[in-house]
């Protein structure tokens, strides 16, 4: 019994062993290294906003990098026109991408906290391809001296096995292309844009070519006559069908036909009045040009013509004696139409002309019954009057 008792007390004073299982697995586990890079940002803020929400990681700007632990995780933010972008390199190159609406210092730490939260929960896809942390090549090359100072009594082909196996990273001095491999993404648009700028050229080909086609117009005019000389005065009046030609290099092509007519008393022998008629017809062809102010057109032509002409006498035609030439006039005359476009296809508007005429003789016509002049035609003769013209073809086109 004292046995007993004696070593029921050893037991009870005896230290009790070190609880192994009280420590929790996440206490011993060291939380990565976060390496920062921000641009449009500021660097420090993103840096202070981060911490609180990494988890214990110790957070420190790619800049500011002087010796890093490979065991990392790279961060580049860059703010764009409208969005932030996050990109996330892990030690064994895994790239993870994630967008965000356009903020601050604050909501970009957010996004990232969100990001690396969502990566430990595999709850984002990486990319395809894989890229070294530009945190690596930003440590110092003097790190190779110091490990071969520490072994200086050893073969150099032990120090020198030890750093061409230690940074995975590559040789250039400028590594940076790896955190754009999101880029293309971004990059897409700036060229769809700049892209807008080259077609536009080439866009107006479509109404260009419309405009480009010939226009086929015809024209209804008509109004007074009348003589400048020899023998000024009224010399009746007529109407006149035109068909215009017209193309988008100022140039323009017409053609008319007018007919005219005059009519008189004259007192015949035995102290009679008998009444007389003159009828005119006019064939012209000319070319010109035109010129555009919104709806107003204003057209200018010169033109050759032959009018042939005959008289009648209480309606029947009048047969002329040996005296009388009834050669037809040969002359010209100029031409000036302004109109206005009441509608696509319908102008209105009015004309004035100067022409120049005569027979082959190079006289004007006068006839007479008797002695009396009746009839003057032929010299310098002007009209004016109104002009309506229709766009026959082409069609025009609709504006949309």
Known sequence: MTQAALLLAALLAAPAPPATHA??????????????????????????????????????????????????????????????????ILRDG?????????????????????????????????????????????????????????????PPAEPTAEPLAAPPAPDPPQPVPPPLA?????????????DLVEPPPGAPASPVLADRRPILGLGLAGGPLFGLGPDPGVRGGGGEVRVDLRGSRRWLVTAGVRAAGHTAVGMGPESREERFGLARVRVSLGAGTWLTRGRFELRATANLSVEPWFVTRAGRRVEFGESTDPA??????????????????????????????????????????????????????????VELRVRAWPKPTKQR
């Open 23 to 88: 420590v929790p697995p996440a206490a011993t586990a060291r939380a990565p290294t976060l390496v920062v890079r921000a641009r449009g940002l500021d660097e420090r803020a993103l840096a202070d906003a981060l911490r609180p929400r990494s988890g214990g990681a110790d957070v420190v700007l790619l800049r500011d990098v002087a010796s890093v632990d490979p065991d990392h995780t790279f961060v580049d933010v860059e703010l764009q026109a409208g969005e932030l972008a996050v990109t996330v």
């Open 182 to 194: 999101p880029a293309p993404k971004d990059m897409s648009s700036p060229p769809l844009a700049d």
């Open 94 to 154: 895994r790239v993870f991408v994630r967008r965000g609406p356009r903020g601050g210092p604050r909501d970009a730490a957010r996004l990232c906290a969100s990001m690396l939260a969502a990566i430990a929960d595999d709850a984002l896809a990486p990319l395809p391809e894989r890229a070294a942390s530009p945190a690596l090549a930003a440590t110092p090359a003097e790190q190779v001296p110091e490990d071969m100072s520490s072994e200086t009594g050893e």
């Open 328 to 385: 037809p006039l040969l002359g010209g005359h100029i031409r000036i139409a302004p109109t206005y476009a009441v509608t696509r296809r319908l102008d209105l508007g009015a004309f004035a002309e100067v022409a120049a005429s005569a027979t082959p003789t190079g006289n004007a016509v006068r006839v007479r019954f008797g002695e009396p002049r009746i009839f003057t035609l032929g010299g310098v003769e002007v009209s004016v009057g």
